[in-house]
């Protein structure tokens, strides 16, 4: 159990562990102090033990780890059994007897914990773990109450770095290997150990080589003492003068629960909350530390309107009337489909929703993209079989047709990683390079950019029974067709993203099309990126869609009637607008959140568009290069200072919290959407976000019955559609009053009608829980929404062009550091991204006739670049990679967003 290198396929995909043992029976018995409990065969002692009320101390035990029994302070008694056991690496079995609080235990917790404290620093008032500290808890609560140890403790130099945000101080570590086996087990990145003997023993980093995760944050979180601090956080606050909420990160489209906390109106960290479904405790560097960037001092905190060429503050009112008099004047001038909106990806799903109406219903336009045409397609997203990340871990095998999950979904890569490799979950790469999870697979099928659709059909054919011919194609169909073990009913996954932004989405769409037709267990992952972007198209920030994944065409009588008026035709997605922008026939932009420039993969397109488009209103929090463009600027709330809900990628509802107030006077963008309705004679009102969300319950048909009430009270979020996921639903106990909601059975396949007044309110005292119950929002009589969209699987696609041989095809795609504004305005973060560099296989670095890190001419149809060259043996021959967005010039710069794919001319400048 000790080897962290050891599967653990053996073991239930979730927590607590369970250890196989003899046959026996499913239920046991188990005595606790006096008391017996019921537990299952092969659960840990430990666990048991606090699942029924008593809490056996521990510091190396970590419920998402191997037991190791390394500090011995969960030693307890068992009869028949000599000596004490480590109540963390035993499992319980029926008949057992365990003392936890006998006097001889109580010696041996005490003798643990003096040994312990013996070079421990008495420096607890200067400590940052001081107040939250497992080890001060638990010398309290079990210790000796005084030290025998009288001689010189062991001193160290410290602080001293081990990555570029976490600071070691080896007097405080008690080797407990909570950080070591996190970096072995749970993020596959093995650079910190231990070293040394006896007191001598400490953790290091090998030489010439930090520990460069992109998870090394966990390892503070996780450790018991204060030896372990982040940089960021280091001496900012005690835990007593905290605030703390409980919300969701929206840095990336995985949506991990954390727990946000301020002081003197500042947020000071975020810290991880185990959510089962969702991110098991863990985050990533970027989304723990970028909180910095809402108190940067680029923030734009009041609003501005360009006079005499020049960006101006003004007052709010005075900022509303001059964006709605050119919206309204370009409407005027060319009609309603001369106004176009991109972006939405990073606000709320309550502003998504009330921009989609603003442009739909108040403005008439449909010309409205989320996107930037980086993800894809909404009838994709929002019409195949969609999974849920925990399917990753049930599932009878995963297909990834996907970016570097590492780089752009860390924590999604922690599940699908924990499935593959501690699972045992066949695990089917498709992909053009070698990325974060390849050296988890199976089976891996290396194709040339731009050929997705090819590998999927041939892997179709082969499932069905055709050899192909292809190795790689005939063991991943194999695999696929032999999936057995405990999940060999469970769906086949196929995690599906845009891999490349430097070829179409074409490509992508129609491989999911291929992966469609094996059968009704596929189901589909999709892997966005952007914080909130299935959110904003579930909420209609899309051409051709209405809110609640209904199509324009199969929701226009239902939203007539809810809005007033809907757009009569589909619109033009972020390529089509921007060329039309180009063309001259936009003659308004909105900007939400969205800086185009470096968000758009064909910056030159970007650029033209926006210097053609007469009008342009930008919302957001920072003057972005595309803002700077803008006629008026109205600043948003971001995170942690506006309270609402986002969506993640597989269509999970989770709410946000306020922790904080903004400096200035940003708006959150529901409200600017809605102030903007105003002027243009539409009275919504709508004063708080909950009655945003109640409307979006209301009207809306993919959230149905997901309302203010339930968001408050569901535990992880609610998963769309509700009611095909009633059971995944858990809440928290009732604390006031709530109407227009009524009860169910826990059985979903028992039924309850809804109450004709819509009103569930419980009579005091009344338990939720009680009688197998729970509280469920209820519809509106009447409601007859339109159906929900399902996609049809057609797909045209254009050709794929032939590969020059004289030319290396592009692979474009994000690593988690970049230019974003998230990380540029973050102090902590904004050194971390890596710059454009070129990528090539070692024989195309040797052919071109340039050293490793010298320079290169790279050519396409767009321009020139001149960058610097590396060699990368992830990197297939033939294949280039350059990171997104990166500080400077780079990939958007070579990018054409109308080619199928992109291929690069690569010249030496010797």
């Known amino acids: 159990m000790g080897d962290r290198d050891q599967p653990m396929s053996q073991w239930p995909s979730t927590h607590p562990f ?37 809490y056996i101390p521990r510091f190396c035990y970590h419920e998402r780890m191997m037991p190791v029994g390394m500090c011995r302070m ?30 001889d235990v109580k010696k041996v917790q005490d003798g643990v914990l003096e040994f312990l404290l013996i070079n421990h620093p008495l420096d607890c008032p200067v400590c940052d773990r001081g107040g939250e500290c497992p080890l001060q808890d638990q010398t309290l609560a079990f210790g000796p109450g005084e030290s025998r140890f009288v001689e010189e403790k062991r001193h160290f130099t410290k602080p001293i ?64 003492v204060g030896a372990l601090t982040a940089k960021p956080y280091r001496f900012k606050a005690r835990p007593w003068d905290l605030n703390s909420a409980e919300t969701s990160c929206t840095t990336c489209a995985v949506g991990c629960r954390g727990a946000l906390d301020a002081s003197s109106n500042r947020l000071l960290r975020l810290l991880g909350v185990d959510s089962e479904p969702i991110n098991h405790g863990w985050l990533c560097d970027k989304g723990r530390f970028s909180y910095e960037h809402v108190h940067s001092w680029r923030r734009v905190r009041s609003p501005m309107i360009r006079k005499e060429g020049e960006m101006v503050e003004c007052s709010w009112p005075e900022a509303l009337d001059a964006a709605a008099a050119g919206l309204a004047g370009a409407i005027d001038q060319n009609g309603t489909g001369s106004v176009a909106l991109l972006g939405g990806a990073r606000g709320t799903n309550e502003d998504a929703y009330l921009w989609s109406k603003l442009a739909k219903s108040v403005l008439g336009t449909d010309h409205v993209d989320a996107q930037f045409a980086d993800g894809l397609p909404a009838e994709a997203v929002l019409g195949l079989p969609g999974a849920t990340i925990a399917d990753c871990e049930r599932a009878s095998a995963i297909v990834l047709l996907a970016p570097d999950l590492k780089e752009e979904l860390p924590v999604l890569y922690l599940r ?160 089509g607008i921007l060329g039309a922008a180009r063309d001259g026939a936009i003659g308004a932009l909105v900007l939400l959140g969205a800086d185009v420039i470096d968000d758009f993969p064909d910056r030159t397109l970007a650029r033209a568009a926006l210097d053609a488009t007469p009008f342009i209103v930008a919302v957001g929090a920072f003057l972005t290069e595309s803002a700077e463009r803008a006629d008026v600027f109205l600043p948003t709330t971001v995170w942690g200072e506006q309270a609402g809900t986002t969506t993640n990628l597989e269509g999970r509802v989770l709410r946000l919290a306020q922790t904080v107030s903004p400096d200035g006077t940003p708006m959150p963008g529901w409200r600017i959407a809605a102030e903007l309705a105003v002027r243009f004679g539409v009275d919504w009102d709508l004063e708080i976000v909950e009655e945003v969300q109640d409307e979006i319950a209301r009207v809306a048909p993919g959230f149905a019955g997901v309302d203010a009430n339930l968001i408050r009270r569901a535990v992880d979020g609610v998963v769309l559609p509700k009611i095909d996921n009633e059971a995944d639903i858990e809440l928290t106990p009732l604390r006031i009053p709530l109407t ?31 009688g197998g119950r729970r509280l469920i929002a209820a519809e509106p009589t009447g409601f007859c929404a339109p159906p929900t969209y399902v996609w049809n699987g057609k797909v045209e696609s254009a050709a794929v062009p032939p590969r020059d041989a004289y030319a290396l095809r592009l692979v474009a795609g994000h690593l988690l550091y970049d230019a974003g504004s998230t990380v540029t305005e973050s102090p902590s973060l904004s050194p971390l991204a890596p710059g454009s560099v070129l990528l090539v296989h070692r024989s195309d670095r040797e052919r071109i006739g340039v050293d490793d890190g010298g320079e290169v001419r790279v050519t396409t149809t767009r321009g020139s670049l001149t960058l610097p060259v590396c060699t990368d043996d992830a990197t297939p021959q033939g294949v280039a990679f350059l990171a997104f967005n990166q500080p400077g010039a780079g990939a958007g710069d070579l990018i054409d967003a109308a080619e199928p794919v992109t291929d690069l001319r690569v010249e030496s400048l010797r």
């Open 18 to 54: 369970v250890i196989p043992v003899a046959d026996g029976p499913d239920e046991v018995t188990v005595t606790i102090d006096g008391r017996e409990v019921k537990a299952r065969r092969g659960e840990l002692l430990i666990r048991v033990a606090q699942d029924h009320g008593t």
């Open 74 to 103: 969960c030693l307890v008694e068992v009869e028949g059994m000599r000596g004490f056991q480590i109540s963390c690496a035993t499992p319980v079995a029926d008949g057992m007897v365990v003392r936890t609080a006998s006097d």
């Open 161 to 224: 770095p081990i990555s570029d945000l976490v600071l070691l101080d080896r007097e405080r570590c008690i080797q407990c290997g909570r950080c070591t086996r996190f970096a072995a087990e749970i993020a596959g990145d093995p650079l910190i150990d231990f070293g040394g003997r006896g007191a001598a023993t400490e953790v290091i980093i090998f030489p010439g080589e930090p520990f460069s995760s992109h998870f090394s944050g966990n390892i503070v979180q996780i450790c018991p």
């Open 416 to 575: 699908v990683k924990r499935a593959a490799h501690d699972l045992r979950i066949p695990l089917i790469d498709i992909s053009a390079r070698d990325h974060g999870l390849s050296r988890y697979s199976s089976a891996t099928v290396r194709i040339t950019p731009g050929e997705q659709a090819t590998a999927a059909q041939k892997l179709a054919n082969a499932i069905a029974g055709a050899v192909t011919g292809d190795q790689q194609i005939d063991a991943a169909a194999e695999l696929l067709r032999a999936a057995d073990g405990p999940n060999a009913d469970g769906p086949i996954v196929v995690i599906i993203g845009r891999a490349s932004l430097a070829e179409s989405a074409d490509a992508t769409v129609a491989a999911a099309a291929e992966l469609l037709a094996i059968g009704d267990r596929v189901r589909f992952l999709p892997a966005l990126r952007r914080g909130n972007v299935r959110g904003a198209l579930e909420l209609g920030l899309t051409p051709g869609f209405l809110p609640g994944r209904v199509s324009l065409d199969a929701g226009r009588d239902w939203f007539t009637e809810q809005w007033g008026t809907v757009p009569a035709a589909p619109g033009l997605g972020a390529i």
């Open 740 to 770: 227009n909601a009524s009860w169910e059975p826990i059985n979903p396949a028992a039924s309850a009608p809804v109450a004709e007044d819509s009103v569930g309110q419980l009579a005091d005292g009344d338990d939720p829980d009680e």
